[in-house]
């Protein structure tokens, strides 16, 4: 039997115990939308410029579920964007709105990373929590730099990397639950690795 780190069960419990979706992605009309073809190209541009490495990563998957990633990819940079380049007061009202559209799949008509972001979030079955989770992960980064234990640097690892790779899991797919501490470990090691 292994034995696993307290830090390791605290960041089980972030990720809730959502049971594995036995449903299969819902079926999507997007390639025959023009607003949102037009949406998930918009993200494909922004992952392009700002992620070379993912965006040709990404180039290997099939239309859809890469058309989703890149989806992710945009709705990520956005919101860090949002922490690294606003100021105070419109920060959070920037944050706020992507709160908004998150739970209620609410937003501007010319949003189009939102539009495309809220259609991967549909079609995908992704649990809203882990995209509120990966917001206020990058907020966190305005009120603290420095952390104590170990504990409390892998739950800001969590925050802002765990929660990726596991709303991507939902759209590559996994098989079973079994693949959530993986993804939750593996989103640590990379920030760490990039801290």
């Given at each position: 039997m292994q034995v696993q780190a307290n830090w390791e069960n605290q960041l089980r419990d972030l990720a809730g115990h959502i049971p594995h979706p036995n449903t299969r992605p819902f079926f999507s009309h997007w390639a025959g939308d023009v607003s949102l073809r037009t949406a998930y190209k918009q993200a494909g541009k922004i992952t392009a410029e700002h992620s070379k490495s993912f965006y040709f990563a990404s180039g290997l998957l099939p239309e859809e579920k890469r058309s989703a990633v890149r989806a992710l990819y945009a709705f990520c940079r956005t919101v860090d964007d949002i922490v690294d380049e606003s100021s105070d007061g419109e920060r959070e009202t920037r944050?706020?709105?992507?709160?908004?559209?998150?739970?209620?799949?609410?937003?501007?008509?010319?949003?189009?990373?939102?539009?495309?972001?809220?259609?991967?979030?549909?079609?995908?079955?992704?649990?809203?929590?882990?995209?509120?989770?990966?917001?206020?992960?990058?907020?966190?980064?305005?009120?603290?730099?420095?952390?104590?234990t170990f504990d409390e640097l892998a739950t800001y690892c969590y925050g802002v990397a765990s929660t990726v790779g596991l709303m991507s899991m939902y759209i590559v797919?996994?098989?079973?639950?079994?693949?959530?501490?993986?993804?939750?470990?593996?989103?640590?090691?990379?920030?760490?690795?990039?801290?």
């Open positions: 944050l706020d709105y992507w709160r908004g559209m998150v739970e209620h799949a609410s937003f501007s008509h010319n949003d189009l990373v939102a539009a495309a972001w809220a259609d991967t979030l549909a079609r995908y079955h992704i649990p809203r929590h882990y995209a509120l989770q990966l917001i206020d992960g990058v907020n966190r980064d305005l009120t603290q730099s420095r952390y104590q797919g996994f098989k079973s639950n079994d693949a959530v501490p993986y993804a939750i470990k593996l989103g640590v090691a990379l920030q760490m690795t990039n801290i």
